[in-house]
């Protein structure tokens, strides 16, 4: 259900640098239809908003909105995307095991008790929805303070803790990833329609931080923006193909999240064979295959280019937070290099 | 996003007007009846959902399902309403799939407010399926909510064909057509015919037809099984395999087991379980199915030479001495071998020496009286087969020899674990193709993996029929429509025939049903059959009986709309896997409205529109057929607890399930529930969880005035069977004439077929066989018989999951052949049978041997009205045009479309090839031993498409059909000629009703003979 701010009354005409209360109930009201939109996918009860979006996800396709934005097409990607191919959940980012459920579940769902939420209602708290949500909560007690002269900053502190402790910690890296999938592939209106929206968040995001003194590497951020330790997987000697996969597909290590379909479509342009299973498996299997054929480099350059593109979603994102996850992508590269050199020396015994 | 645009964004988050607010729809919460009208709708429970139970399977997999005894209240949430958590609350009714002959357990969740139909899932507790199901097991819900189905009952309006409907009401249909029947059965007994497909059920409408009296059972059996079934029951007296495929070591296929046939899902799953435990799958296939890509050892024979393969490999384990010896010896009919083997030895093409060493051991064997010698039998046996070698098979089959050799290798290390299969393929596309079961089983014999475990039991092992509460006697009567007298061997009914039958004069039907049949599309040669369903002298009324439209129906005089597997009571059993069950196909919504306390007076009240279920209507018309009991058939459908009224379904299966289903009415009482309670909770029951053997049973009492046969057939007094005697004891035996496994076949010798290649195990020429197959003339085998695992005929034309599966049937050809005809994939080719043509796209593909063109027979429906006659996303638009010289063309005018209904589904229909309708350029190919249409067919030119030939247009001259017809039938030998003792058919052999034997004598005036 969409929120009630989303359908209050509409306001006098905006002035052209709206007062502090209205940039709130803005934000409010974005990340209400943004979590709604990774939520539950386009709507028509949502689209009935987003028609009055400039700028929005419908974006500057030439053709009318109704006829660009098939519903039935979104909500497929939106099953797709976020079903299928990447989990929106911050766990899934930032946690060391990549596994949700865990102490980063927990972590979301103390802070939303201590803005006084429960559990949302139909996803775990560390879901994109639910914290878009979390967060159009808080700005929209912000405005609501702020409509009634009462003091905002202790809302606004938890606004600044929910942005530094979670949310811009991984959408970049989600956003990256969300390209990733939609780049390598010819992308239809309603793909693009997700690309839009999450483009869209992560800049609300880091306008929402510059205001609120969140977002930066001052001391209130302490080390926020750090990762997992990294590992290096090739250090151990008998480190085989499936160490080097179960490694690569750990957002955190890796720098990002390797997708079922872009593994899948590396092994379709290499024309090797793939196997069934997890990702950590299609990883494997691909990387055996291309033991088996000579092709290990190829399949680390194709990685590369994936890792590559992930860099430039995150460097076009003006925050510090996009640091770390572009750090871990070096590694990664570097860590590409030294397995495509022993494909090339053809050390099969250390690799396989 | 640039910084001015983020403004912008964030600015418009503030113009946005109430508009935004959204409608939440409401949910449902009384009864709906929307199939075929509208989409369902559910209710919203109360209850938080229940916890699902975990089964562990034999395999080790885990999977987990709803808590039998939490089925009559299920919750849990709408998984289409994902993320919002929507429960929903449901009670779980099981039934059987519909939509092949596997009998599959399936699981109805019917909405405890609406009763609408939510999904069906598999039933956990089905020991056949396991709770697990092919795609067209859910499909059940397509179907149900077709909005294309048939709801009300239909009465042709103008020509036969013409596509004119009235609707009518039941009792106007049922009036019309009972009084035709009694009509009909007051002057003759060959006057109705029941014609139908797949039957879906065990006894039921058979027990209704031999109480009308008359001979009126036809089957779709000689399209699909009957040489099988010849080749097993000749050896054995049951006519079917049934292989332990879980527990073999071994396991040899003639088919495409893990992807379709009988019984696809419930033995791919016992195949996998054997291939982890490390069994070997053999293959004998030229297509590279699924299932041969999946073996260890694929043998893609040329089509005809897999008798001859499997001899070759009999011969490897007799030469080398891995075989069964004492197997043989105790169970073959080895001593009528070497006592009267010799006179078809000698009439034998055999080379001379060949010969002379087989006749030199059944010479010297002395005769039955003086304890002939295994040993001899043994020399006559490796002689008799020597020329089977593994170059000689090589060469006639067109594969590597060193391919055969590893095949031997791995049916010698099964030991007695060989599993065993043929059913349709090799035996239904060859003459003499019931050679090649009977050579298959005598693998089995050889190895000792009869009825083993891991072995290849007999279906009457595995199969429980039950006896309903009283039994009609068997009729005084023959049909020659049916049976004539050319085919005295024939498993089953010559229906394929039946066109020409009535197109020669043989006869006609006063009442003709086709019940889930559609003989027009799925026969050979189709537009003898439109002729005969559009001529009301040969078929006064016809009444198709079907839940979807078809091509056959639009020439019907009534459509009569049936249930689909939610919407009938049928009960079922199959020979899956070693142990024996029965099982329950029921009304789901039926069963679902009373358990909520609601009174169901019959299944009407519950199923769409005016759907209504067979066993229902068969005890309604025939009730009405004999309304006063003069005729001596209302009886049978009498209550027993209500004399004077129709029995009911409750009545009905409560005595089954009481009184003749060993086992059940304890496990009933175990759980507090009526025996009928029990079915209607579970769905099914386990009479054997395995059944081995059991031809080794002793026969306890068997003592007395006894009579022994030569081969040890015991009889008493009254001659009736006691059992076989085996080394001094007792036994059940087998069910043939000499109890035994009849390698030798004295019927197949006394009924006109005495030679060689007939009465043992051998190898017969194949209407296809190279000789016969001009290659460089451009002549190719056209193998059309090939299945698809997600489509049944068409059964599932009306299923829209199923049909974005798959639902084109391009023809197969090697890139050998394609290079040699200048064709690539996509393009069009016109194939040219004896008797037509028809235009399919190519696929090019080395998934078919040179020489061999191939498709599928599932697809190529079509309509003759853009808005009736066929659901438009299943099949396409197309006219007929027919020439006064016996040609008929089907022109293809559109493929299919999507259309707007109630379910948004129709309209996003994106394909448009539904395939081509290839059966109807096929001629009839009648086998003149076991009567099954032999499906490949000589495609005598296939070339490139020109302009003007558009894909899916056929062309035949039905003058060429009745021409291949007489040219096949003249290989008969008739009973006429041939009948030992003046009857029509060997008395022991199966036919699905059997009438009195008075009835077997041969007719005074047989058709053709003056």
């Known amino acids: ?352 | 996003m640039k910084e001015n645009a983020l403004e912008r964004f964030l600015g418009s988050m503030l113009r946005l007007s109430s508009s935004t607010a959204r409608a939440v729809p409401v949910a449902p919460t009384a009864e709906t009846n929307a199939a075929g009208t509208a989409m369902p709708t559910y209710s919203i429970a109360d209850q938080p959902p229940v916890d699902l139970t975990e089964v562990h399977h034999p395999d080790g997999r885990l999977s987990r399902y709803p808590p039998p005894e939490r089925w009559a209240d299920w919750v849990e949430y709408d998984g289409a309403k994902w993320p919002e958590r929507v429960p929903r609350r449901y009670t779980l009714v099981p039934t059987i799939c519909f939509n092949c002959e596997s009998a599959c357990g399936l699981l109805a969740y019917v909405d405890k407010s609406t009763f609408e139909v939510r999904k069906f899932e598999g039933n956990p507790a089905h020991p056949g399926s396991r709770g697990r199901n092919c795609a067209k097991g859910p499909a059940t819900h397509n179907q149900t909510y077709d909005p294309e189905r048939l709801l009300y009952p239909l009465k042709r309006v103008g020509e036969r064909g013409e596509g004119k409907w009235k609707r009518v009401s039941w009792e106007e249909a049922l009036t019309d057509i009972s009084s035709r029947m009694r009509e009909s059965r007051k002057v003759r007994r060959t006057g109705i015919m029941y014609h139908v497909g797949r039957p879906g059920e065990d006894h039921y409408t058979n027990r209704i037809i031999t109480a009308w009296g008359v001979d009126g059972h036809n089957s779709h059996t000689n399209i699909c099984s009957a040489a099988s079934r010849a080749g097993y029951a000749f050896w054995s007296g049951a006519d079917r395999p049934s292989p332990d495929h879980a527990n073999a070591r071994t396991v040899l296929l003639i088919s495409s087991h893990l992807e379709t046939g009988h019984y696809f899902n419930p033995h791919a799953q016992r195949i996998i379980e054997a291939k982890m435990n490390g069994a070997k799958v053999i293959t004998f296939d030229p297509r590279l199915s699924n299932t041969a890509a999946k073996s260890d050892c694929w043998l893609p024979t040329w089509p005809g030479s897999e008798a001859v393969v499997l001899l070759a490999i009999a011969n490897h384990l007799l030469q080398t001495g891995k075989w069964d010896r004492e197997f043989v010896r105790r169970w073959v009919n080895w001593k009528t071998f070497l006592h009267e083997g010799a006179a078809t030895v000698e009439a034998s093409s055999l080379p001379a020496a060949h010969k002379s060493a087989v006749l030199a051991a059944l010479h010297a064997a002395g005769d039955l009286t003086s304890a002939p010698d295994f040993g001899r039998f043994e020399v006559a046996l490796k002689a008799l087969y020597a020329g089977f070698t593994f170059e000689f098979a090589a060469a006639e089959a067109d594969v590597p020899v060193e391919r055969i050799e590893e095949a031997a290798r791995y049916v010698a290390q099964a030991g007695n674990r060989l599993a065993a299969h043929v059913w349709r393929s090799a035996s239904m596309g060859n003459r003499g193709g019931w050679q090649v079961a009977r050579c298959l089983f005598f693998l089995n014999v050889l190895t000792g993996s009869v009825g083993t475990e891991g072995g290849t039991s007999l279906n009457t092992w595995n199969k429980f029929v039950p006896r309903a509460y009283k039994s009609p006697p068997p009729f005084d009567a023959w049909n020659e429509l049916h049976m004539p007298h050319e085919y005295p061997l024939a498993f089953y009914e010559m229906s394929f025939l039946l066109p020409h039958f009535l197109d020669e004069g043989r006869g006609d039907i006063d009442v003709y049903f086709t019940r889930v049949y559609n003989p027009m599309w799925i026969n050979p040669d189709g537009f003898m059959w439109m002729q005969a369903l559009r001529d009301p002298e040969k078929i006064k009324c016809h009444v198709a009986l079907t839940p979807t439209w078809n091509e056959s129906a639009w020439f019907a005089d009534y459509v009569l709309p049936m249930g689909h597997a939610g919407e009938r009571h049928d009960l079922m059993s199959q020979e899956t896997h070693s142990g024996m069950w029965i099982g329950f196909r029921q009304p789901v919504r039926r069963v679902a409205m009373e358990r909520a306390g609601r009174v169901v007076k019959d299944t009407r009240e519950s199923n769409p529109g005016e759907v209504w279920e067979e066993a229902e209507f068969w005890v309604d018309l025939t009730w009405r057929m004999d309304p006063d009991g003069s005729l001596g058939i209302r009886q049978w459908v009498e209550s027993v607890a209500q004399p004077g009224t129709a029995v009911g379904q409750d009545e009905y299966w409560a005595w089954i399930f009481e009184n003749s289903v060993p086992g059940l009415p304890a496990a009933a009482k175990g759980e507090g529930l009526t025996p009928l309670g029990y079915m209607r909770k579970y769905g099914c029951f386990e009479l054997k969880e395995t059944n081995y053997l059991p031809y080794e049973h002793a026969v306890e009492g068997a003592t007395g005035s006894l009579h022994t046969g030569p081969e040890g057939l015991v009889t008493d007094a009254a001659g009736t069977r006691v059992g076989v005697e085996v080394d001094g004891v007792v036994r059940a035996g087998f069910a043939t004439p000499s109890g035994k496994l009849e390698f030798f076949s004295p019927t197949l010798r006394d009924w006109g077929w005495p030679e060689l290649e007939h009465t043992v195990p051998w190898t017969l020429e194949s209407h296809v066989h190279p000789r016969a197959i001009n290659r460089e003339k451009g002549e190719m085998i056209l193998l059309p018989n090939f299945r698809l695992p997600h489509l049944i005929h068409t059964r599932s034309a009306n299923a829209k999951w199923l049909y974005e599966i798959g639902h084109n049937n391009p023809v197969w050809i090697h890139p050998e052949d394609a290079t040699r005809l200048g064709v690539h994939t996509g393009e069009l080719l016109r194939v040219e049978t004896e008797i037509g043509w028809f235009v399919d796209r190519a696929w090019v593909t080395e998934g078919i041997k040179p020489g061999i063109i191939a498709m599928s027979h599932h697809l190529g429906r079509w309509r003759l009205q853009d808005d009736a006659g066929g659901n438009k996303g299943t099949t396409a638009l197309a006219s007929l045009d027919e020439d006064d010289k016996g040609g008929h063309t089907l022109h293809m005018l559109k493929g299919a479309t999507a259309w707007t209904s109630p379910d948004p589904d129709t309209a996003r229909i994106w394909w448009k090839d539904v395939g081509v309708h290839q059966n109807l350029t096929h001629a009839v190919q009648p086998d003149p031993v076991s009567g099954a249409h032999c499906w490949l067919q000589k495609a005598v030119s296939v070339r490139k498409a020109v302009p003007g030939e558009r894909h899916g247009d056929v062309h035949v001259d039905t003058m060429k059909s009745r021409e291949l017809y007489k040219r096949w039938i003249a290989l008969s030998r008739s009973a006429v000629d041939h009948s030992p003792n003046g009857e029509r058919r060997p008395h022991w052999l199966n036919r699905p009703l059997k009438p009195v034997r008075s009835a077997f004598k041969l007719p005074v005036k047989p058709f053709g003979r003056s």
């Open chain 1, 1 to 352: 259900m969409i929120p009630d701010r989303l359908a209050a009354a509409p306001l006098a005409p905006a002035p052209l640098v709206p007062p502090p209360g209205l940039q709130a109930l803005a934000r409010s009201r974005a990340y209400a239809l943004l979590g709604d939109l990774f939520g539950r996918g386009l709507r028509a009860e949502t689209l009935v908003a987003w028609r009055q979006v400039d700028g929005g996800i419908l974006g500057d396709d030439p053709a009318p909105a109704d006829v660009c934005v098939d519903l039935e097409a979104a909500a497929e990607a939106h099953t797709r995307f976020f079903v299928l191919e990447l989990p929106a959940f911050e766990g899934a980012f930032l946690a060391p095991d990549g596994l949700l459920g865990g102490a980063i579940t927990q972590s979301v769902r103390a802070a939303r008790t201590l803005a006084g939420l429960g559990d949302p209602v139909d996803v775990e708290p560390d879901h994109l929805a639910a914290e878009l949500a979390w967060l159009g909560f808080l700005c929209g007690a912000e405005a609501d303070a702020l409509r009634d002269g009462v003091d905002a900053g202790p809302i606004i502190g938890l606004q600044r803790a929910a942005l530094n402790t979670h949310l811009l910690r991984w959408v970049p890296a989600f956003v990256a990833a969300l390209d990733s999938i939609i780049g390598g592939e010819p992308a239809g209106a309603a793909d693009r329609v997700y690309q839009r929206g999450a483009n869209i968040a992560l800049q609300v995001l880091i306008e929402h931080a510059a205001v609120v003194g969140a977002g930066g590497d001052g001391p209130e951020a302490g080390s926020a923006w750090a990762l997992p330790v990294a590992t290096d997987v090739l250090e151990d000697p008998k480190a085989g193909l499936r160490a080097i996969a179960e490694h690569l597909v750990l957002p955190c290590q890796a720098g990002g999240y390797l997708t079922r379909g872009v593994i899948l479509r590396a092994a379709r342009r290499l024309e090797l064979p793939t196997t069934f299973g997890t990702r950590a498996d299609l990883l494997e299997g691909l990387l055996c295959a291309a033991a088996q054929y000579s092709m290990v480099a190829d399949v680390c350059r194709e990685l590369g280019i994936v890792v590559a593109g992930w860099a430039r979603t995150l460097e076009s994102a003006p925050t510090i937070a996009a640091t770390p996850w572009l750090d871990r992508g070096r590694r990664t590269q570097a860590l590409l290099a030294r397995v495509a050199a022993a494909g090339r020396a053809d050390d099969s015994d250390r690799l396989g």
